[in-house]
């Protein structure tokens, strides 16, 4: 619950504000039975019409003031709850923004979005109801017996007897809740999982005619869910027809007794009315601490997972720039004998999928150079670790082995901005957004009209941007879904290409390109950038054959790396590719 409290005592002026004119409300509430009391015994027998007119006047002031101060008070705690839950999102997106590749892979991308969302909002309810009911209750509850306690101790005893067994069964019962809403949670990322999978996939789900499949996958998932938060809200609804009955049995005895004790002449008759009245209030506030322990029992599983991604640890800080972490070779790029594996680093339930924390080699002493202004072009089976080799290059991961240095230098010892300023890329899968184009090109780096123009053209995307209506104000929809494949990838070179990048990275990023484009846009690379440096993953050779040098991969391991006409001379690994794609034409 640190985390919960780190943001409340943010805002302690307000918060205490809103307890204070809240015990205020609960305070006066306490004295609206007691005013009854003393109108039926002490001012009706007196047979006077303006004291008891007097007296149920200040009656309706203090019930107005209960009211205007509770309402005062609850707008309070909303607002604070509302700031609190605000910065703690947004401290949370950022946090999440700065994970590394290994930890996002560790909480995984459904279990993120579940804790910004049901998570934070499991927090937001707590922290509200801890500042209206978490005060008004205890008040009530203590308030009201200790009056009772001043009206007629016999018949308060009752309470005090029963008070204390009550709060022992709710706070028992609430500790055994924080585990079961934490499986809840865990199974909220599951369906979110689920959710996010159909979302994204649904033509494939459709044109496979998959749907009921999918239906009877979610329906799975869903039931676990709703187990799972069947079984938490059964143990946490035992306190509540539990207190009711108790309280209900204490209400009887009041009644028996007080009438006892009328009779006998020990007590009086709006002492019983009043400790009926009580009998309610009391009820109401350990009801309402039942509810407290309840969110709290939710706001603390959610707590602790928001807790664990905002106290993860950089796990890639900058290192500092010695002779030691310079490159001997001098060239621009170089991967020097890199071998990485995909580990599991959160400290999270969700990376029990990495077994024992390990998996097989992504990339296996991988080495090669780069010149500055030369172009890569990296080819292979799909899975023989192209898109690593980009992941490492912009230190997404860290190899566990070796070395990757730009301009000389290991990328370990540049800060993650500084590294990536350098860098133009498209990514396989990359991401249309819900904005004009001209606004997909820029993406928020604040670049002139005239560079989204050219670089549009450079990428062969001025043409049939031009044909949309509102041209470069033409806005895409989510993922690009009114954008042909071939129309969304040249709006993502243009992207790559807008901020005249040092280093570009196509991967895999001309797949859906006609070949008469393809050519067009190697063409215009080579003539308009000739002095960027180029990594260019393909699985088309005719793409790379321009190329300066070309790797060869398979299972992660480099076969072969040299020209188009070398490669052609002494790897068979890639003359066979090339006959396979190009036959007709060797």
Same mark, same amino acid.
């Given at each position: ?10 805002r302690?002026?307000?918060?205490? !504000?809103?307890?204070?004119?809240? /015990? ?5 509430? !306490? ?10 015994? @002490? *001012? ?7 004291p ?5 006047? /200040? ?16 707008m ?27 930890? =996002? ?5 459904? %279990? ?98 998959k ?14 869910? =709703? ?7 059964i ?26 004790? *009328? ?11 009043a ?8 009820l ?6 039942n ?31 010695t002779?030691?972490?310079r490159?001997?070779s ?6 020097? $004998?890199? %071998?990485? =594996? $995909? ?8 990376? +029990? ?27 292979? +089976? ?8 980009i ?11 070796g ?27 990359d ?11 820029? /993406?928020g @780096? ?45 709006? /993502? ?5 807008? +901020?005249?990048p ?14 008469? =484009? ?7 690379? @080579? ?51 090339? $006959? ?7």
């Open positions: 619950m640190k985390t919960i409290w780190r943001y409340m005592k943010l302690l002026g307000r918060i205490g !504000l809103s307890v204070s004119v809240k /015990l205020l409300a609960s305070v006066l509430e !306490l004295l609206i039975p007691y005013i009854l009391e003393h109108i039926i015994d @002490r *001012v009706v027998p007196g047979g006077r019409a303006g008891v007119v007097g007296w149920g006047a /200040l009656m309706v002031v203090v019930a107005l003031l209960v009211r205007q101060t509770n309402i005062f008070a609850n309070t705690a909303v607002s604070v709850s509302r700031d609190c839950i605000e910065r703690l999102r947004q401290d949370l997106f950022v946090r999440t923004a700065r994970l590394s590749g290994s930890q =996002t892979d560790a909480f995984t991308l459904p %279990s993120l979005i579940s804790r910004m969302t049901s998570d934070s909002y499991n927090v937001q309810n707590f922290i509200t109801a801890t500042q209206t009911i978490g005060i008004r209750a205890p008040i009530l509850l203590v308030g009201g017996i200790a009056l009772t306690l001043t009206m007629d101790p016999v018949l308060a005893s009752i309470l005090c007897v029963m008070a204390p067994v009550l709060l022992c069964v709710v706070v028992f019962v609430s500790r055994k809740g924080v585990p079961l809403y934490d499986k809840v949670q865990q199974q909220m990322d599951a369906i979110v999982r689920v959710m996010r999978e159909n979302i994204t996939g649904i033509r494939v789900v459709k044109a496979l005619s749907t009921d499949y999918e239906k009877r996958r979610f329906r799975q998932t869903n039931d676990d869910l =709703t187990r799972s938060d069947l079984k938490a809200s143990i946490m609804a035992i306190p509540g027809p539990s207190v009711q009955l108790c309280l209900n049995i204490g209400l009887v005895l009041v009644v028996i007794l007080g009438a006892h004790r *009328v009779n006998a002449g020990q007590s009086d008759p709006g002492v019983i009315l400790f009926l009245t009580y009998f309610t209030i009391i109401n506030s350990v009801m309402g601490l509810r407290i322990f309840m969110l709290l029992s939710k706001a603390s599983a959610s707590a602790d997972r928001i807790g664990r991604v905002l106290e993860t640890g950089d796990d890639q800080p900058v290192e500092p720039l002779e030691a972490r490159s001997s001098g060239a621009f790029l170089e991967f020097d $004998h890199v %071998s990485f =594996t $995909h580990l599991s680093t959160a400290p999270e339930a969700e990376a +029990a999928s990495f077994a024992g924390g390990q998996r097989a080699k992504c990339l296996d002493d991988v080495s090669f150079t780069l010149d500055r202004g030369e172009t890569l072009g990296i080819i292979g +089976a799909t899975g023989s670790g192209k898109s690593t080799i992941n490492l290059l912009m230190r997404f991961y860290d190899a566990q082995e070395t990757v240095y730009v301009d000389g230098r290991d990328v370990r010892t540049y800060g993650k901005q500084e590294l990536r300023r350098r860098f133009g890329m498209v990514f396989q899968n991401s249309i957004f819900a904005e004009s184009l001209a606004d997909n090109i820029s /993406l @780096r604040g670049l002139s009209r005239e560079d989204i123009q050219r670089a549009a053209e450079d990428a062969m995307a001025a043409p049939f941007i031009e044909e949309k209506p509102g041209t470069y104000d033409y806005v895409a929809d989510i993922k690009g879904a009114n954008l042909s494949g071939g129309q969304k990838q040249r709006v /993502l070179i243009s992207r790559a290409l807008a +901020a005249r040092e280093i570009l990275i196509l991967d895999d990023a001309t797949s859906a390109l006609d070949y008469a =484009t393809d050519a067009r846009l190697r063409q215009s690379l @080579r003539t308009r950038y000739a002095g960027t440096t180029s990594v260019i993953v393909a699985q088309r050779v005719s793409s790379l054959i321009s190329a300066d040098k070309i790797l060869v991969l398979d299972e992660g391991r480099v076969l072969d790396c040299g020209s188009h006409d070398e490669l052609l001379e002494r790897c068979e690994a890639y003359r066979d590719i090339y $006959h396979s794609q190009m036959g007709e034409l060797a």
